[in-house]
């Protein structure tokens, strides 16, 4: 059974430095095709694409955000993390981490972590 | 602004089948596979669609993908009041590196 729990803070303050980790079981970060990847979406919006690490640690990020974001992960752990540096208010979104096989589409998602930035 | 281009609504009868559609352009929908997510108010979303047409398990065969060029559509036949919900379209863009691409999304409501 494939799951994925996205955990960290639910409120930060303008420029601070967000980390979310992503815990997952039923699959191994190691498995060849196998990506895990942020999305988020603010409140009444649409979905926006963050990053992405795959099992040969390749890292892509958004084109908008790049200068911001940071994907790791610790495959002994099941573990994904991504760091946004210098949050602003337009950062507040539910952050989502979803996981890939063999780039067919986000197949499981967590839950979802709410996100406010404000002083 | 979405990279991928979906128009923010649609709406169906109980039993009609509605159409949804995506345009992009030659780096993502162009060259390579279209996915659709489903969802409902207040709940992650759902992979649909994925390689255009092909539904996961346990996803019913009302729902219909299909790719033409940089457009991409999802068709849902046997509209039933469950179906009300926004749906995305996404993709794989190669520029720039290598980025995912979503659609604006499109909220469906059944009347």
């Known amino acids: 059974q494939v799951t994925l729990r996205e955990s960290g803070p639910a409120l930060v303050k303008p420029t601070q430095t967000l980390t979310l980790t992503c815990t997952f079981s039923?699959?191994?970060?190691?498995?060849?095709?196998?990506?895990v990847s942020w999305i988020r979406q603010p409140p009444g919006k649409a979905l926006e694409w963050l990053a992405l690490?795959?099992?040969?640690?390749?890292?892509y990020y958004s084109t908008s955000l790049k200068t911001r974001l940071t994907i790791s992960k610790d495959t002994s752990k099941n573990q994904v993390v991504l760091t946004m540096t210098n949050m602003d208010p337009v950062d507040t979104a539910t952050y989502y981490c979803?996981?890939?096989?063999?780039?067919?589409?986000?197949?499981?998602w967590g839950q979802g972590t709410l996100v406010t930035v404000s002083s | 602004q979405s990279v991928l281009t979906q128009p923010p609504s649609a709406s169906g009868t109980p039993g009609q089948r509605v159409t949804i559609s995506c345009s992009g352009s030659?780096?993502?929908?162009?060259?390579?596979?279209v996915n659709w997510y489903q969802q409902l108010p207040g709940t992650a979303p759902k992979l649909l669609i994925y390689?255009?047409?092909q539904r996961p398990s346990g996803v019913p065969d009302r729902f219909s993908g299909s790719k033409s060029g940089t457009s991409a559509s999802l068709a849902i036949s046997g509209l039933q009041s469950e179906d009300e919900a926004d749906y995305y379209c996404?993709?794989?863009?190669?520029?720039?590196?290598?980025?995912?691409?979503f659609g604006g999304g499109t909220k469906l409501t059944v009347l």
């Open positions: 030659s780096s993502n929908i162009g060259s390579n596979t």
């Open positions: 979803a996981r890939i096989l063999s780039w067919q589409g986000f197949d499981y």
């Open positions: 996404a993709a794989w863009d190669d520029s720039l590196n290598g980025r995912w691409v």
């Open positions: 039923g699959f191994s970060l190691s498995t060849s095709g196998m990506c």
């Open positions: 690490i795959d099992w040969d640690d390749d890292k």
């Open positions: 390689s255009n047409n």
